[in-house]
């Protein structure tokens, strides 16, 4: 389980617009560099965020990301 590779990830989602865009664009490509377990990755890639908040995701985090949080 990788926690904290988390929530850098949805604070990096958070904060950074050009991030967030490749994201929404390409969410695969865009998580394929992070150190996650393939369940996280999927969660992820799906934007389950019930699940990634179940794996560790901060709920503040989920839900204050523009264009993602009230997914």
């Not at 865009?21 to 865009?30: H, P």
């Not at 709920?59 to 990301?65: A, E, P, Q, R, V």
Request: charged share 30%; proline share 1%.
């Amino acid at each position: 389980m990788s926690r904290y590779e988390i929530n850098v990830l949805l604070y990096r989602l958070k904060k950074d617009r050009a991030f967030r865009t490749a994201f929404l664009s390409d969410a695969r490509a865009a998580v394929a560099a992070a150190e996650l377990t393939e369940e996280e990755r999927e969660a992820f890639i799906r934007w389950d965020a019930r699940r990634l908040n179940e794996l560790g995701g901060s709920l503040h985090l989920l839900i204050s990301i523009p264009g993602l949080g009230s997914h």
